[in-house]
């Protein structure tokens, strides 16, 4: 009898498990071409803007950038190194163009004009 009394009360333990997840529904009603059990998960929605640089980013824009703490995302050291190796790399590609473009605005002086001398006509 005892027995009997512990399988009712795991099928009892069962059945409101299933009525109070909201698992009884999808165990109990298949469709056509679909699997008999899904994995329960839903597609993730985006709740929170994405992150994004401007077009013309700047080593500022690199530094206010902020991430979504997550359970599982990413470890947050690894991340703010990427990101101030990103910054420096900016920095340093600015500092080169702008270098760059002050050279070519830089008037060229001028080079005295060497010229060949003539081949000596032949007798």
Do not use: C, H
């Not at 109070?20 to 679909?34: I, K």
């Not at 699997?35 to 993730?44: R, S, W, Y």
């Amino acid at each position: 009898m005892s027995f009997f009394l512990v399988f009712v009360a795991i099928v009892l333990a069962a059945v409101a498990i299933l009525v109070g997840t909201d698992l009884a529904p999808r165990v109990f009603r298949r469709r056509a071409g679909e699997q008999p059990f899904e994995d329960g998960f839903d597609e993730p929605v985006a709740s929170l803007p994405a992150v994004l640089l401007p077009d013309d980013a700047e080593p500022a824009d690199v530094d206010r950038i902020r991430f979504a703490v997550g359970v599982r995302g990413y470890r947050m050291d690894q991340v703010d190194q990427v990101l101030d190796e990103l910054r420096d790399q900016i920095a340093r590609k600015d500092r080169e163009i702008a270098s760059l473009r002050t050279e070519l605005e830089r008037p060229e002086p001028e080079r005295p004009r060497l010229e060949s001398p003539e081949p000596d006509p032949a007798p």
